[in-house]
């Protein structure tokens, strides 16, 4: 296959003229023209172009192209434009007209390819896995296949496309050929005794019968006189009947064959002869008809008889290689053509091949097989794909429509709602904390999230319970440093922007790229309670991005291609694996994160403290006002005041006495002391805790540090106090009556905590 720069198609009108459709690419190695053989087996057009292109074109005088999303019309001659195909793949169907009266007089097809040079066996390898998956689906023995239809073949053209594209993946399937050949080449055949009129000389073995024949036929010939039997016998008949045994191919089983290939035949026959049925069904159709009529014109399958009845319990067809494959074809076959599929507008309606969607529809079904082994369930909402129709049974995958799949992950130690989503939308207008994005809508094609089995999806996002992992498909990326850029990536400035304006063109062509990335920050970063969002892709190379020291929260591609051998999901599996260590790890640090999100954001009315404080860094790296404590303490005189400043100690009485202190987190993890003695109600005598926190001394240990208080108690909770308070303090008076928690009269010498921020409240202005 060459390219050209340019092209030359002739085209027809409806009255006979001849008319000349050139056209020009813009881009080097990007316009073809394909043997016509080649074209007809793919049932596509020999003049190709390229996805992501653009072209321009020039027609006869006289003639033009009505304007469509893909072909612009000239403003200087309305007989030229550009065609530009961006993210559109199949068949491209231009109609011609005459410029002054507008009606449609020829018609030109062009195919756009995709850039992806494997793209015709990833389609076909797809929609074969697609059809092998509905009809497991079909299979269930809850679904309601015991229900009988008939495939009206005046159903709209569409529907009769869409059901003949799930038999042609079958039929174009290398597992379909390699069936038929082994079949061919070692058929299953068996011995048969038939009876033939034979010279009695022939007869090897004497039973009952013959003896009979012998003693009463005609046609008889008298015994030579030296003949063993002259004594008994005058004569013996010339010829008599004989049992005879034959090889032949004429089982049960090659006639069920048989039957399914004449059966694949009738129905492409039928679809052939149907009005509605458009030209490029037709010769699509012309393709497969006649890959079946050389199967069937093999010398083999004309010693074999109609069946009378099917036996498909028959342990040839169950086991026996070719033969189980073409009992499931046919299986298939039979429910496909009851099956209808509205997600296939979206894949090969008018004539196009969006390979991208379907992508998406089949990695739906490898997603959904990876995660029912991964976590072991097997969710009965899975039945819910099937469902009957008005016209037969039809698949629920289409995009836009949300499909749920839930199930229960048990661990033993943890167990876990996991429920897999297809094309979720998170609304961008409700509010926290309930679940959805805090911009705009947002899509997702695949969702993954997990919680407590013990609550219900509602309480577990208003709770920070529950983690979404999202999944894009991207057909058209091709190497994972499109998406995530290469390791060693520069940072310079100018080749930066450089970047950023070729990632804009090529997201013109719908060749996203790197964006593609940005698009997994935009769900990370907005879709409430998101851990992790990350690119399919049809490439090589799998790659994760962890945003701190867990495997979540993080960004990444998982490379996973259509291939019959191996579709790539180890990677992916290995990060599920690794997803399930992480939820059963429950001192992680994402675990952590919940808990201060939740804490941080469950009540809508904050404090304020608009007062100077210590900035937080380094040691003061936790100085939040609502999590920082201080100790309001009592000291009884100037004696116990000195005692303090050179111990650099404060002693709080333990105990059930009366202002003894009461032992609670924000007691113990004061940060700091505010003092105040008998009378004083307004003070600025605060000292800073040193970060080890507070130690049990006994009576004794008082006594030794010549503690001023001539009758110690026998325990004492004792604070180390730093030389150091921050410049922000030393310049504060506060007013400790106006707390909450101050006591008056004799209990104003009990201690107690409050928060920095309802300290600052009472700070004296």
């Known amino acids: 296959m060459m390219s050209d720069s340019e092209l030359t198609i002739s ?10 459709f050139r056209i020009y690419e813009e881009s080097k190695n990007s316009l073809f023209q394909i043997d016509k053989a080649e074209a ?211 089982t049960p089983e090659n006639r069920f064959i048989k039957y399914a290939l004449q059966s694949f035949l009738t129905f492409c026959e039928e679809l052939k002869r149907n009005q509605k049925a458009s030209l490029r069904l037709k010769k699509e159709v012309s393709v497969v008809s006649s890959k079946l009529e050389q199967y069937l014109g093999h010398s083999i399958f004309k010693e074999i008889s109609r069946p009378t009845t099917l036996t498909l ?98 661990a033993v130690t943890r167990k876990l709602n996991v429920q897999f989503s297809y094309n979720r939308s998170f609304s961008g207008n409700k509010e926290y904390p309930n679940s959805g994005s805090w911009s705009g809508n ?72 790197r964006a593609d990335i940005l698009k997994m920050h935009a769900y990370r970063d907005a879709i409430r309670r998101t851990a992790g969002a990350y690119v399919l892709y049809p490439g090589t190379e799998s790659k994760t991005k962890p945003g701190f020291h867990e495997i979540l929260p993080g960004l990444g591609a998982f490379a996973i291609s259509p291939s019959k051998s191996s579709i790539g999901t180890r990677d992916l599996k290995k990060f599920l694996y690794d997803v399930i260590d992480h939820f059963l790890n429950r001192a992680s640090q994402r675990e952590k994160m919940s808990l201060k999100t939740y804490e941080s954001h469950k009540d809508k009315n904050s404090n304020e403290v608009n007062e100077s404080l210590p900035e937080p860094f380094g040691t003061n790296r936790s100085l939040l006002p609502d999590e920082t404590f201080v100790l309001i303490g009592f000291y009884k005189d100037d004696n116990h005041l000195e005692w303090i400043i050179r111990n650099k100690l404060y002693n709080a009485r333990t105990g059930s006495a009366k202002g003894s202190l009461r032992l609670s987190q924000k007691e113990t993890g004061a940060k700091y002391i505010l003092l105040h003695t008998t009378g004083e109600t307004k003070t600025n005598k605060i000292l800073k805790v040193k970060a080890d926190g507070p130690r049990m001394f006994s009576k004794n240990d ?28 030393k310049s504060m008076k506060w007013d400790i009556t106006q707390l909450s928690k101050y006591e008056s009269s004799r209990g104003s010498g009990k201690p107690f905590a409050v928060s920095l921020t309802e300290l600052m409240k009472v700070k004296v202005k």
């Open 11 to 20: 085209f027809i009108t409806n009255d006979k003229q001849t008319g000349l």
């Open 702 to 729: 008082m006594l030794e540090l010549l503690y001023p208080n001539p009758d110690p108690r026998d325990f004492y909770l004792v604070y180390n106090i730093e030389d150091i308070i921050e410049k922000e303090f």
């Open 40 to 250: 007809l087996e793919n049932s596509e057009s020999e003049y190709q172009i390229l996805e992501g292109r653009s072209y321009e074109y020039l027609l006869d005088d006289g003639y033009c192209i009505e304007p469509t999303e893909i072909v612009s019309r000239s403003k200087t001659n309305s007989s030229s434009g550009r065609i530009s195909p961006n993210i559109y793949v199949g068949t491209l169907t231009l109609d011609i007209i005459y410029c002054k009266s507008k009606e449609k007089c020829a018609r030109i097809n062009l195919e756009v390819r995709s850039v992806k040079t494997t793209y015709r066996t990833d389609y076909r390898q797809m929609l074969v896995d697609i059809t092998d998956q509905c009809t497991d689906l079909l299979m269930l023995h809850s679904s309601p296949v015991s229900q009988t239809f008939t495939i009206d073949f005046n159903k709209d053209a569409q529907t009769l496309y869409q059901r003949f594209t799930f038999l042609k993946s079958i039929i174009d399937s290398e597992e379909f050929d390699d069936s038929v050949h082994k079949i061919l080449s070692s058929p299953v055949n068996k011995w048969i005794e038939t009876e033939i009129y034979s010279d009695i000389r022939g007869m090897r073995k004497a039973n009952s019968k013959t003896i009979r024949q012998i003693a009463t036929a005609g046609n008889r010939m008298n015994l030579p006189e030296n003949h063993p039997l002259k004594n008994h016998l005058e004569s013996v008949p010339q010829k008599i009947n004989i049992n005879h045994k034959t090889e032949t191919v004429d």
């Open 313 to 410: 319990n028959s342990p040839v067809l169950q086991k026996k290689e070719g033969y189980r494959e073409i009992l499931r074809a046919w299986l298939m076959f039979d429910l496909a053509a009851k099956l209808t599929w509205q997600g296939g507008e979206d894949v090969y309606s008018g004539g196009k091949r969006d390979i991208a969607v379907l992508y998406e529809y089949w990695l739906f079904f490898k997603l959904l097989e990876l995660l029912k082994d991964v976590f072991k369930i097997e969710p009965k909402s899975i039945e819910d794909l099937i469902k009957p129709t008005a016209d037969g049974l039809g698949l629920q995958l289409k995009q836009g429509k949300h499909i749920p799949i839930k199930g229960i992950f048990d």
């Open 442 to 513: 947002m899509r997702p094609d695949y969702t993954l999230s997990i919680w407590p089995a013990e609550i219900d999806e509602t309480i577990a996002e208003k709770e920070e319970l529950i983690v979404h992992i999202h999944f894009d498909a991207k057909y058209r990326v091709d190497k994972l440093k499109d998406i995530l850029g290469a390791d060693n990536e520069s940072d310079d400035e100018e080749k930066t922007e450089k970047l950023l304006d070729e990632e804009k063109v090529e997201q013109n062509r719908g060749t996203f790229k």
